[in-house]
């Protein structure tokens, strides 16, 4: 873990406490805002809950920043439902993305990352499941491109999918929690949020040391694999 790497976890949660405010006391332009959340999503039922997690899962695929959807996971439901729909949809989104490149692209994604791809089968080969957990929880890299690159590797499927799922969960409670926390006790909340998330960086630090294997994973780490 790189002093550049907590920086960026932090400067997110940042970004994100200030578009809550705006979202709580102007709203902000474009389909997020408090205006659109208020009148599609929130209060919708399962109407509304359907339609964030389908928008929120296409996002993801696309590469939209899954901590952004777990803040507008919590802004809409809560914490609770606000950490089941952004786990889901950024769970989704990593099964479109994996399949895209696995059975439709591997020919493109091979072309786009054609240094990192032998660095993933190397990083996944000896217990995927565990490696694909450790990369999620370390906050570099892109999801997006964890994604693609793993689609043509050697990883077996459902142990990215599901390493993939458990590892989203710690930080979507980090910015579910800061989401709801916009209108019901933002000071603690964000406090608790920014405890969260050096928590979860720490587990993966040292879930980092005990599961490393060759030279190089370090650095393949900081790159973001």
Avoid at 117 to 142: C, E, W, Y
Avoid at 164 to 178: D, E, N, R
Wanted: with cysteine; glycine share 14%; proline share 3%.
């Amino acid at each position: 873990m790189t002093p550049n790497a907590i920086f960026r976890g932090l400067l997110t949660i940042v970004v994100l406490v200030v578009l809550g405010f705006l979202l709580r006391e102007w709203g902000v332009v474009g389909v997020f805002d408090k205006t659109w959340i208020d009148t599609y999503i929130r209060g919708n039922g399962s109407s509304g809950e359907l339609l964030f997690l389908g928008a929120a899962a296409l996002l993801a695929a696309v590469g939209f920043p899954r901590q952004v959807i777990s803040f507008l996971g919590g802004y809409a439901f809560g914490l609770n439902f606000g950490v089941l729909l952004g786990v889901a949809a950024t769970s989704i989104g990593c099964i479109i993305a994996f399949s895209f490149s696995r059975f439709l692209a591997r020919d493109f994604v091979s072309a786009k990352f054609p240094g990192r791809i032998q660095r993933v089968d190397k990083f996944l080969q000896h217990n995927t499941f565990a490696m694909t957990l450790l990369i999620r929880l370390l906050p570099v890299g892109s999801n997006l491109a964890t994604n693609l690159i793993a689609g043509v590797s050697s990883a077996g499927g459902i142990a990215f999918i599901g390493g993939s799922t458990v590892g989203y969960i710690p930080q979507t409670v980090v910015f579910a929690l800061l989401g709801s926390g916009i209108n019901l006790d933002p000071e603690i909340r964000i406090s608790l949020s920014v405890a969260l998330f050096f928590v979860s960086a720490a587990l993966g630090v040292y879930l980092y040391r005990r599961y490393k294997r060759g030279k190089g994973l370090n650095g393949d780490i900081n790159r973001g694999i």
